[in-house]
C-alpha cells in the first residue's frame, strides 16, 4: 500500500529566472510579524511598577518632608545675619539704625533726611520670612540697639518646635 503523506506542504512554485522553488509569503510574513517577537508590557506588569512605585513615595515623602522643616529655620536664620550686616553697614554711615517708620526698606531706598545713605545695603527686595510672613523690625530692642524677628509656621509670638521664633540675638 502507498503511504501517503498527510502534512501540509508549502505552497511553491518555480522562480522564473533562477528556476529555484520559492514559497508563497502570507501577508503576515511578508509585514514581518512572524521574524520579530512581540515587544511591550502587559497592562498586570504597568500596574505592578506602578503600585512599587507609590509604596516608595509613600514610604520617602514623609522623611523628605521632615528635612524640610528645619531648612526654614535655618533659612530664616540666614537672612536675620544678612539684615543684621546690612544694618550695621547703615549704622555707620548714617550714624544709627533705622527708626520703626522706616524699617528694613531704608536698606533699599535712602529715607527722606538719612545723611551719609550710601546704599542700597541688600541688593534685592527685602524678602518675607520663609512661612511667607514679613519680617519684625523692632527699635529700640529687648538688649538696645534693634531686633528683627520671624514668628514661624504659627505666624504668633513663641512657640515650640516648627511654630518657635526665630530672633536676630539667637542668630549668632
Given at each position: 500500500?502507498?503511504?501517503?503523506?498527510?502534512?501540509?506542504?508549502?505552497?511553491?512554485?518555480?522562480?522564473?529566472?533562477?528556476?529555484?522553488?520559492?514559497?508563497?509569503?502570507t501577508?503576515?510574513?511578508?509585514?514581518?510579524?512572524?521574524?520579530?517577537?512581540?515587544?511591550?508590557?502587559?497592562?498586570?506588569?504597568?500596574?505592578?511598577?506602578?503600585?512599587?512605585?507609590?509604596?516608595?513615595?509613600?514610604?520617602a515623602?514623609?522623611?523628605?518632608?521632615?528635612?524640610?522643616?528645619?531648612?526654614?529655620?535655618?533659612?530664616?536664620?540666614?537672612?536675620?545675619?544678612?539684615?543684621?550686616?546690612?544694618?550695621?553697614?547703615?549704622?555707620?554711615?548714617?550714624?544709627?539704625?533705622p527708626?520703626?517708620?522706616?524699617?528694613?526698606?531704608?536698606?533699599?531706598?535712602?529715607?527722606?533726611?538719612?545723611?551719609?545713605?550710601?546704599?542700597?545695603?541688600?541688593?534685592?527686595?527685602?524678602?518675607?520670612?520663609?512661612?511667607?510672613?514679613?519680617?519684625?523690625?523692632?527699635?529700640?530692642?529687648?538688649?538696645?540697639?534693634?531686633?528683627?524677628?520671624?514668628?514661624?509656621?504659627?505666624?504668633?509670638?513663641?512657640?515650640?518646635?516648627?511654630?518657635?521664633?526665630?530672633?536676630?540675638?539667637?542668630?549668632?
Amino acid at each position: 500500500m502507498l503511504a501517503v503523506d498527510t502534512r501540509v506542504m508549502p505552497q511553491t512554485e518555480p522562480d522564473t529566472v533562477s528556476g529555484r522553488m520559492f514559497k508563497y509569503k502570507t501577508k503576515a510574513e511578508k509585514a514581518g510579524y512572524f521574524m520579530y517577537p512581540l515587544v511591550g508590557f502587559t497592562l498586570i506588569e504597568l500596574l505592578v511598577v506602578l503600585l512599587i512605585i507609590g509604596l516608595l513615595a509613600g514610604l520617602a515623602g514623609p522623611a523628605l518632608y521632615n528635612k524640610i522643616k528645619p531648612a526654614r529655620h535655618s533659612t530664616a536664620k540666614a537672612q536675620l545675619q544678612n539684615f543684621m550686616n546690612a544694618l550695621e553697614n547703615y549704622a555707620v554711615d548714617v550714624g544709627d539704625y533705622p527708626d520703626r517708620q522706616e524699617g528694613l526698606q531704608a536698606l533699599r531706598s535712602k529715607p527722606a533726611g538719612a545723611t551719609g545713605w550710601l546704599g542700597p545695603y541688600i541688593n534685592k527686595e527685602i524678602p518675607n520670612d520663609p512661612w511667607g510672613t514679613p519680617y519684625q523690625y523692632r527699635v529700640p530692642g529687648r538688649n538696645g540697639g534693634y531686633e528683627i524677628l520671624s514668628f514661624g509656621a504659627d505666624k504668633q509670638e513663641g512657640g515650640e518646635g516648627e511654630a518657635r521664633d526665630v530672633l536676630s540675638w539667637e542668630t549668632n
